[in-house]
């Protein structure tokens, strides 16, 4: 079973900074998903990528398979911005799901 | 476009009591998911389904049970609730096999059982 680790579990930076969040798993995938869940809402998708990078807006995923880690980064971060965001990867092979991390809970300060 | 969407949104029950999670979906998705989300913790698959009629069992299954009768609806069944059911869950679908595709969320069901 493959295990997802995220790095910070709680992040506080000011408006307008550079963040980065890492999410690390011990088994070769076939996609990692990056999500996005704010207070008392929904789960929406981010991100889906099996290799390199991607980019939306100012969000930027990255993922590097050989040593089984990604990124995902925000520039010129917004109070907006505030939200848990869960890295989660799909080992293939079969049709049950996800493995997901615990998230990392992130605020912006204005 | 409703997406996945999930009722109710809030629900407290009694030890004992049971209840139904519904959940629908308006894209055609073969693929649908229960997962329930604790404190602290990744989201844990209770049930998935890979189409009409056919269901099976996720890491978590103990205390549910789920029927995929149609397409569009997957329903979570609580019998007997327990606190230890307590928890925020969440329906997903997603057009093809397991995470290979882009899942789609509802906006989760916050059960308290007391």
């Known amino acids: 079973k493959n295990e997802v680790e995220q790095s910070p579990q709680n992040l506080t930076a000011q408006e307008g900074e550079f963040i980065t969040i890492n999410c690390s798993y011990s088994?070769?995938?076939?996609?990692l998903h990056w999500l996005q869940q704010h207070p008392g809402g929904g789960i929406v998708s981010l991100f889906m990528?099996?290799?390199g990078k991607k980019k939306h807006g100012r969000l930027i995923a990255t993922i590097n398979i050989q040593e089984k880690h990604s990124s995902l980064h925000i520039t010129a971060s917004h109070p907006r911005d505030s939200a848990v965001y869960i890295c989660?990867?799909?080992?293939?092979?079969?049709?049950?799901?996800?493995?997901f991390g615990k998230g990392t809970h992130l605020i912006i300060q204005p | 476009n409703a997406g996945v969407t999930q009722t109710p949104k809030f629900r407290i029950l009694k030890i004992g009591q049971s209840m139904t999670l519904q959940c629908t979906q308006d894209?055609?998705?073969?693929?649908m998911y229960w997962y329930r989300q604790d404190p602290g913790m990744g989201l844990k698959l209770i049930y998935y389904?890979?189409?009409?009629?056919?269901?099976d069992k996720g890491e978590v299954p103990n205390g549910y049970n789920v029927s995929r009768s149609t397409t569009e609806d997957f329903p979570l069944r609580l019998e007997l609730a327990a606190p230890s059911q307590t928890s925020v869950y969440f329906c997903?679908?997603?057009?093809?096999?397991?995470?290979?595709?882009?899942?789609?969320f509802g906006q989760g069901t916050r059960l308290t059982v007391v």
């Open positions: 894209m055609n998705h073969n693929y």
């Open positions: 990528l099996s290799s």
């Open positions: 997903a679908s997603s057009y093809s096999m397991g995470g290979g595709t882009e899942a789609f």
């Open positions: 989660a990867v799909y080992s293939g092979g079969g049709a049950d799901g996800l493995t």
């Open positions: 389904s890979v189409g009409a009629g056919i269901t």
């Open positions: 088994v070769g995938i076939s996609a």
